[in-house]
């Protein structure tokens, strides 16, 4: 999918689960199923205490169709200390120079010796929606 045409949902679910390792649950309210992607540090919150983990739910003999109804984790497109999680997630997974030059493509910035101090400076101060393309278009060149 592309990032331009997701919601700010779908986008911080993307992240939360290619950049972050989040994880899928499953869970059973009454008759209906749901499925939740929580985010590690989610798991503390009260909440998390009705999710089951499993990959295969069946009932009966039919696998259950969920639908993606819950997404618990940051807002990585607008929550800036999160932001930093997914920079340093990149750094760990050695990713940080395509990280720096998929931001400055996302900024319209060619990385090379033409750029001036100015140019620097706006990269610095791009925004969480920007830094999060960035990240994806940097994931995205890891698994192509």
């Known amino acids: 999918?592309?990032?331009d045409k997701m919601t700010p949902k779908q986008q911080n679910i993307w992240i939360a689960e290619n950049v972050m390792g989040a994880q899928r649950y499953h869970y059973i309210?009454?008759?209906?199923t749901y499925e939740a992607v929580i985010c590690e540090s989610y798991k503390r919150k009260p909440?998390?205490?009705?999710?089951?983990?499993?990959?295969?739910?069946k009932i009966?003999?039919?696998l259950v169709k969920t639908v993606?109804?819950?997404y618990y984790g940051p807002k990585y497109t607008s929550d800036l200390p999160a932001v930093f999680e997914v920079e340093e997630k990149i750094?760990?997974?050695?990713?940080?120079?395509?990280?720096?030059?998929r931001l400055f493509d996302v900024y319209g910035y060619a990385c090379d010796a033409?750029?001036?101090?100015?140019?620097?400076?706006?990269?610095?101060?791009?925004?969480?929606?920007q830094r999060m393309k960035a990240a994806y278009l940097t994931m995205k060149?890891?698994?192509t």
């Open 1 to 3: 999918m592309n990032w």
């Open 114 to 129: 033409s750029l001036e101090f100015s140019d620097f400076f706006n990269i610095l101060h791009a925004t969480p929606e």
């Open 29 to 32: 309210s009454g008759i209906s």
């Open 47 to 57: 909440h998390y205490r009705i999710l089951v983990k499993n990959n295969n739910l």
């Open 68 to 70: 993606l109804s819950a």
């Open 141 to 143: 060149e890891g698994n």
């Open 91 to 101: 750094k760990e997974l050695g990713r940080q120079d395509v990280y720096v030059n």
């Open 60 to 62: 009966g003999n039919s």
